[in-house]
């Protein structure tokens, strides 16, 4: 009798324990591969969002987002949400009970992009078990174990939001496919929504098409989705204020386009309570609600013409022009699809192409399946709108890739339970449909026959290069030497930032524009230019990586007598002091003589 407790314990909490199962195998994995490659790899974004975390942890205000020791001496507004920060900091906290700083700071490094794994497999699961049932639930977590489009945002040191954004919107997915038989789904579905938007403006899209999928299901079906439209619409316009005075107080009254703001704030409150306000009408026709939900859509592009028209263009609306030439179109994973394809035609496979058979996948599944219509045609949605995103920016292929997987699922289990696959034929074929389903195949695929093993292999060399200008070795060359203010290639900035106490110049943040655009004149601009740079940022050292694409960059637009071209020369100007040089001789540091400059 005592056995018998534990054993149905187990058999009730099935599924949590799959999904836990399955996690736990990825990060026994990703934290071994990791250690075994020498500890977490910060790139840009993830050394920012550790200094953000850092000044919160130090006393900096929530709603004070400024960096203050980027854009020196004049700081930069960040435009990234506090949320994300509280929770990295809530685990340091956690490790800070039992560990030293410096190690409570490395198991959040580890920890923390683990943590919205997690959560997304227990979405993945959830959606693809309402669809297909457990064994499709079983296939979606073998699937997304082997995705190897989304293991790097998973991976110890991803601190960027988007790893979080993913598992919002596979939550998101999971509410409102459960919510054609569960209303009260659909309101959590518009928490989950308007939270995605608090976090970041990438959302927008997928929140849209959510939005969009009510309004069309309560257009169409009449009553049977009218308590879903009004819970998601209440609850998308309620949240949607709340959240502007918990994360964006900065911006209430503001029309930010590149976060969460009153512009976006607005949109929310009008758009789900006109959605809401609907459901209340006595609308009996199709046709009268079609045409409702058209008003309050021309209403919304009203209003967010009148708040402010450069949104409407998207988050980059407001980026300064100037910084598309020499900044904003070098961003690998800002190209198109085809454009990244050029670059990185492995990656291109495992990423673009794999979220395109996803399409496919939830294509089949809308015009095949009849147990769940609905939930086949919102994923459909969602996968179509992201395959489009991805299409115009290929960092957002990773969304398309989690909306669709659940049908990907739903695919190689129905291969498995065919009724034609008698004795070891279904199992066999199931397998064989698994294997080449996963994006893991598709890797090898893109890595072995589509991309050259010299130009793979160049590729890698080239990134590691790149990550050795902003490693801890090239930041040392800043210790023992009084803080101060230092000119560096873009990318470097963040490493300045985390891995010393200096302040920097550039980023590669769009906000940043100043700091770019002078980092771009004292480079590669006339002497002249590039002294008045120095003078009016007091900058104390220069420091430059000739394996860096700066350094190529800057060359190949250089002014005549430009800095970088006398230091390409070996000839720094006398007012430039060489410091010290790292291992590889591709870093170097330089002290500014301001008194010598011309």
């Known amino acids: 009798m005592p056995r018998a407790i534990p054993m149905q314990f187990l058999r009730r909490h099935q599924s949590a324990w799959l999904v836990a199962g399955a996690w736990l195998v990825f990060a026994v994995w990703a934290v071994v591969a990791t250690a075994h490659g020498g500890g977490p790899q910060l790139v840009t974004d993830d050394a920012m969002r550790l200094v953000q975390v850092r000044d919160f942890l130090n006393g900096q205000g929530w709603y004070d987002t400024t960096q203050h020791r980027m854009n020196t001496p004049f700081g930069l507004a960040m435009h990234w949400s506090r949320l994300i920060d509280a929770g990295i900091a809530g685990v340091y906290l956690l490790f800070r009970l039992v560990l ?58 991803s601190l960027d939001h988007h790893n979080v954004q993913l598992a919002l919107a596979a939550w998101m997915i999971a509410f409102l496919v459960e919510s054609r038989g569960n209303p009260r789904a659909a309101v959590y579905a518009g928490l989950v929504a308007a939270l995605s938007l608090a976090i970041g403006i990438e959302a927008l899209p997928f929140v849209a098409v959510a939005a969009a999928c009510m309004a069309a299901f309560w257009s169409w079906h009449g009553g049977a989705w009218k308590q879903q439209a009004r819970g ?197 074929a199931g397998t064989l449909a698994l294997l080449v389903s996963t994006d893991a195949a598709f890797a090898i695929v893109g890595g072995t026959f589509v991309e050259s093993a010299a130009s793979l292999s160049s590729r890698i060399g080239d990134f590691n290069a790149q990550l050795g200008c902003a490693s801890p070795r090239a930041m040392h060359l800043l210790d023992h030497r009084p803080p101060g203010r230092v000119v560096a290639f873009v990318d470097q900035g963040p490493a300045v930032l985390a891995g010393t106490r200096n302040s920097v110049v550039a980023g590669p943040y769009h906000r940043n524009a100043a700091g770019i655009l002078d980092d771009d004149t004292l480079f590669a601009g006339n002497p002249r230019a590039a002294a008045a740079v120095l003078r009016r940022r007091g900058i104390d050292y220069v420091m430059v990586c000739r394996a860096a694409h700066d350094w190529t960059f800057y060359r190949r637009h250089a002014a005549p007598g430009a800095l970088i071209s006398q230091l390409a020369s070996n000839a720094p100007p006398v007012w430039l002091h060489l410091m010290a040089q790292d291992s590889t001789d591709r870093v170097a540091l330089y002290a500014v003589d301001r008194a010598a400059l011309p």
Do not use: K
């Open 100 to 157: 030293n700083p410096a190690a409570a700071e490395t198991a959040t490094l580890y920890l923390w992009p683990l943590l919205p794994f997690l959560a997304l497999l227990a979405a993945l699961y959830r959606t693809a078990s309402v669809i297909g049932g457990r064994s499709a639930g079983v296939v979606v977590l073998l699937l997304a174990l082997t995705c190897t489009g989304i293991w790097d945002d998973f991976s110890p040191g």
């Open 232 to 428: 998601f619409g209440g609850a998308f316009a309620a949240a949607g204020a709340g959240f502007l005075a918990v994360v964006a107080t900065p911006y209430r009254f503001g029309v930010a386009c590149d976060t969460y703001s009153g512009f976006y704030a607005a949109l929310a409150v009008a758009g789900g309570a006109g959605l809401f306000a609907t459901t209340h009408l006595p609308l009996q026709t199709r046709r009268g609600r079609a045409l409702f939900i058209a008003v309050l859509c021309l209403a919304l592009v009203a209003l967010g013409a009148a708040l402010n028209p450069a949104c409407l263009r998207g988050p980059y609306g407001e980026v300064d022009p100037r910084l598309v030439p020499i900044w904003l179109s070098r961003v690998y994973e800002a190209q198109s699809a085809l454009g990244f394809a050029r670059i990185a035609a492995s990656q291109f496979v495992f990423g673009y192409v794999y979220a395109v058979g996803g399409l496919l996948a939830a294509a089949v599944f809308l015009f095949v399946s009849r147990r769940a219509p609905a939930a086949a045609a919102m994923l459909c949605a969602f996968s179509t709108a992201g395959v489009a995103v991805a299409t115009w920016e290929f960092r957002a292929y990773t969304f398309p890739i989690v909306a669709s997987l659940p049908c990907i699922a739903w695919l190689v289990a129905s291969v498995f339970r065919h009724p034609r696959m008698r004795g070891l034929l279904g199992p066999l």
